[in-house]
C-alpha cells in the first residue's frame, strides 16, 4: 500500500498553544482529508481537500492540500484539553474510488 | 440516523474459532469498507464494497471473508482466526472519498 508519513508521531503541548503537524507521501493525491480519534472510538472526519493549494478551516483547524500534492498539513489553534486525541491523515489517489490510505497517527497530549 | 453500527464492541476468541463481525449503515451509501487498526500501523483496508453484490480485496485481505447481500449491511467473517487478527476493526461507510467511521470491534485472539 501507499506509504504515509505523518509527523510528528506524539505531541505535548500547554493548553493555549497552536499546534502544526502535517503529512507527506511519495505519490501524488488527488484528495486529503483529515481524521481525529478518541480513544474508544472510531475516527471522526474533520476536513477534506480536493484541489492543490486549497487551504480549508472548520473552527480553531485549518488544514492546507500541497501545491506538490504531496503532502498536507493541519494547524489547531488556542488548544483545548478537548483537543486531545490521534489525528490521523488520509489520501485518495483516485478521485471517487473508495480506498483511502492513511498515516499512522499524531498522537495530541495538551496540558492544562 | 444511527450512522454506522458495529457489532459487538468487544470479543475474544481461541485460534481456531470462527465468528462474524456485524457492520450496518443507515446513510444509504453505496460504498463501505473494513480495516483493521494496530498499534503504530494507522489504519489497512480489508475488504470493501462498492455496492450490494460487488465485494474486493484491499491491502490486508487475508484470513477474512465478505459479502454484501444489501446496501445496509456489509458483515466481516473470519473463518478460523489467528492471534495475528488480534486487532481493532472498523468498518466505514463513504459517500467517496469522506468516510464515516463505526465505533470498533476489539478482537482478542488467545
Known amino acids: 500500500g501507499q506509504q504515509l508519513n505523518q509527523s510528528p508521531q506524539s505531541m505535548f503541548i500547554q493548553e493555549g498553544e497552536d499546534v502544526s503537524m502535517n503529512c507527506t507521501s511519495s505519490?501524488?493525491?488527488?484528495?486529503w482529508l483529515w481524521y481525529k480519534q478518541d480513544p474508544g472510538e472510531g475516527p471522526v472526519l474533520l476536513i477534506a481537500?480536493?484541489?492543490?493549494?486549497e487551504l480549508t478551516s472548520n473552527g480553531r483547524l485549518t488544514a492546507q492540500f500541497g501545491i506538490t500534492r504531496k503532502d498536507s498539513f493541519l494547524n489547531i489553534s488556542a488548544s483545548i484539553p478537548s483537543d486531545v486525541g490521534i489525528y490521523f491523515c488520509a489520501g485518495q489517489i483516485v478521485t471517487g474510488a473508495n480506498n483511502l490510505f492513511f498515516g499512522t497517527g499524531t498522537r495530541l497530549t495538551v496540558i492544562p | 440516523n444511527a450512522g454506522v453500527t458495529q457489532t459487538p464492541k468487544f470479543q475474544v476468541l481461541k485460534t481456531g474459532q470462527s465468528m462474524t463481525l456485524q457492520c450496518a449503515q443507515d446513510m444509504n451509501h453505496e460504498y463501505m469498507s473494513w480495516y483493521r487498526q494496530d498499534p503504530g500501523m494507522g489504519l489497512r483496508l480489508i475488504h470493501y464494497?462498492?455496492?450490494?453484490?460487488?465485494?474486493d480485496q484491499g491491502e490486508v485481505p487475508n484470513g477474512y471473508n465478505v459479502s454484501r447481500s444489501t446496501t445496509e449491511d456489509f458483515p466481516l467473517r473470519l473463518l478460523s482466526a489467528a492471534p495475528s487478527q488480534t486487532s481493532v476493526y472498523f468498518c466505514?461507510?463513504?459517500?467517496?472519498?469522506?468516510?464515516?467511521f463505526g465505533p470498533g470491534t476489539r478482537l482478542t485472539v488467545t
Open positions: 466505514a461507510s463513504s459517500h467517496p472519498p469522506e468516510q464515516y
Open positions: 505519490s501524488i493525491f488527488n484528495t
Open positions: 481537500l480536493y484541489k492543490a493549494g
Open positions: 464494497s462498492v455496492g450490494a453484490g460487488i465485494t
